[in-house]
Each structure stands twice: as structure tokens, then as C-alpha cells.
């Protein structure tokens, strides 16, 4: 825009300096906004003809000068229209190659501090960064997200077509981590809505909207608000546990908790006969988590799951 609008006040320039030689539909010397006008019609080759050449150093004038800018201006307009369309397509091309093949992936909306930390979670888990989709609605965290490797859609999650367009039905998983409760149950239920299959895991700020996530298909919900005041209480009487909590949280360090199944050799054994080098803290079993001290989960079954903590080489 800034070089066109260059070649217009350049023609404009050239027809005033020379403006005796130029006459308008009346035969009346041109001003200077008469030679702005004959610059706008002849550099997009309009040409009324209402502002003309006379005499033989002003046709000197626009076949040097003047019919070049033109030119210019053309291989300007065209060639940057042309930039533009191949832009498009290629950005259509390289999207839809992208949704292809994208599969079994984790979206993760919101790119805050509990959607960076979650992301920091699931590659500590093996997840890869290209099986992580980002959905925002600034576009600063969209290109933030884009520089640390990972597919970025801009756009508010609560929208089905912006979930579609992260491919949110051959999704495997989707971490909400909105920065409102309504955002949060609004993106939950039409998550759930264009997925039934996915797990999904989401935050809200306050207990009282915990169980809408779960009403509108939420398979977890955390109060992040709520597990912050529960940390701090237990740091007053009890610094160092909050440190074990911290050390368990943090993947890839110290202490981890791993859940893992249930092998058909163990089956039928109780929680003391599965020899597994870590404490078995709690079992899985269907929909139900089972604490190690419930009479249910004395002994295993097939299909269970069992929760263990183990130091961080075990993990791995």
C-alpha cells in the first residue's frame, strides 16, 4: 500500500512541475489536486481523459516517467494478489493435510498457566508436541504457541466450528482450561456433544460449578482454587508434606504416581501378593477408585488398574 500510494504521489509530482504542459476537460490549467487526479486514473489505468497532455515535453514526461509507474503498479497489484491466493491455498493445503492426519491427539484450550503446566505434564508423559493441539482466543498465546512447536488454532473454544477445526472428533483427550467457569462448562459440553468418546478433564474456580463439568460430561474436575487453599492450609501445620505433594505432581523428578493395568497373571491376587516394587495406593476399577485400605480392593481383578507411587526410575 505504502509504495503504491509512493507511485501515485510520484506521478502527481511529475504532472505539477510540469503542470503548463497538462490542460483539464475545459482547457483550464491543471492544480495540484487536478494533478493527484490525473496520478489516481492514470496509475490504475482508469483513463478518463479529462486531464491530458499538451505539449510535446509533458508527452515526453508521461512516456518515461509516468507509463513505467504504471507498469509498476500493475506488476505491484497483480503480483501481490496473486502472493495472496497462493498464500490462502497453501495455508488450505497444509490445514487440511494437518486434520488428516491428526489422530488420538490432546486439545488442549486455554494456553494460561494451567494449560502450559498441563502441556508440561503430558510430554513428561511421552506425549508428543505434535499431538497437542492449542486453542486460543488471543493471538499472542496462539503465537507463543506456535513457537514452542505445537499446532495453534485462534479462536474461543466454546464455538463447535473452532473445536472442529482441531479436529475435536478423532480426538483422544481435551484439557479445559478456560479462564471462566462458564467458559469451561460452556467448552465441556460441546466438546462432549461432538465427542462422546474422549476423555476430558477440566478446571473451574469455584466447588459449586464442579458438578455441572460432571453434568455436562466432564471425566474429571478440579477446583484449582480450591486445591490451592488446601496446600496452603496444609503448609501451616505441615511445610515438608506440601513438598512430597509438590515432589508427586512434578513428572519426571523425584517421587511419581503411575497408574497402570492389571496383568492376567495377577488377577485374583490380593494388594499384598502383587509385587510391584512401589506402594499400591489405590485401584481402578470400572468407574470407581478404590483406596487400598477398601475391603473391595483386597483383591484384583481382571481389568483393574492399580495406582503406585514409585521414584522416578521406576517410573520410567
Known amino acids: ?29 491543471v492544480t495540484l489536486l487536478d494533478c493527484f487526479y490525473y496520478a489516481t486514473v492514470s496509475i490504475t489505468t482508469t483513463g478518463y481523459g479529462d486531464v491530458i497532455p499538451v505539449t510535446e515535453t509533458s508527452r515526453l514526461l508521461t512516456t518515461l516517467l509516468v507509463t513505467p509507474a504504471r507498469i509498476v503498479f500493475l506488476i505491484l ?5 496473486v502472493e495472496v491466493l497462493a498464500e490462502s491455498s497453501r495455508h488450505a493445503i497444509r490445514l487440511k493435510i494437518w486434520r488428516r492426519r491428526l489422530r488420538d491427539h490432546i486439545i488442549v484450550c486455554g494456553f494460561g498457566t494451567k494449560g502450559r503446566n498441563a502441556i508440561d505434564t503430558l510430554l513428561a508423559r511421552g506425549t508428543e508436541k505434535d499431538h497437542i493441539v492449542v486453542i486460543d482466543g488471543r493471538e499472542d498465546a ?8 505445537f ?32 467458559a469451561s462448562v460452556l467448552i465441556t459440553l460441546t466438546a462432549r456433544e461432538h465427542n462422546a468418546g474422549a476423555t476430558i478433564v477440566a478446571a473451574v474456580r469455584e466447588a459449586e460449578n464442579r458438578h455441572l463439568l460432571h453434568q455436562s460430561g466432564a471425566d474429571s474436575a478440579i477446583i484449582s482454587s480450591g486445591a490451592a487453599g488446601r496446600l496452603l492450609g496444609f503448609a501451616t501445620h505441615s511445610p515438608r508434606l506440601v513438598e512430597v505433594l509438590e515432589d508427586l505432581l512434578s513428572v519426571g523428578s523425584g517421587l511419581d504416581i503411575v497408574e497402570r493395568a492389571v496383568t492376567e497373571e495377577q488377577a485374583g491376587l490380593s494388594l499384598g501378593e502383587v509385587a510391584t516394587g512401589a506402594p499400591i495406593v489405590a485401584v481402578v476399577r470400572g468407574d470407581e477408585l478404590l483406596r487400598f485400605d477398601d475391603p473391595r480392593a483386597a483383591t484384583l481383578r481382571s481389568g483393574d488398574r492399580i495406582v503406585c507411587l514409585c521414584s522416578n526410575a521406576k517410573a520410567a
Open 77 to 81: 497489484l497483480v503480483g501481490t494478489t
Open 142 to 149: 496462539v503465537e507463543e504457541a506456535t513457537r514452542a512447536g
Open 1 to 29: 500500500m505504502l509504495f503504491g500510494l509512493g507511485l501515485i504521489v510520484f506521478v502527481a509530482l511529475v504532472a505539477y512541475v510540469d503542470r503548463d504542459g497538462y490542460r483539464d476537460a475545459a482547457g483550464d490549467s
Open 151 to 182: 499446532p495453534a488454532v485462534h479462536g474461543n473454544a466454546t464455538r463447535a466450528s473452532v473445536l472442529e477445526e482441531a479436529g475435536i472428533r478423532s480426538a483422544s483427550g481435551v484439557v479445559v482450561a478456560a479462564d471462566t467457569d462458564e
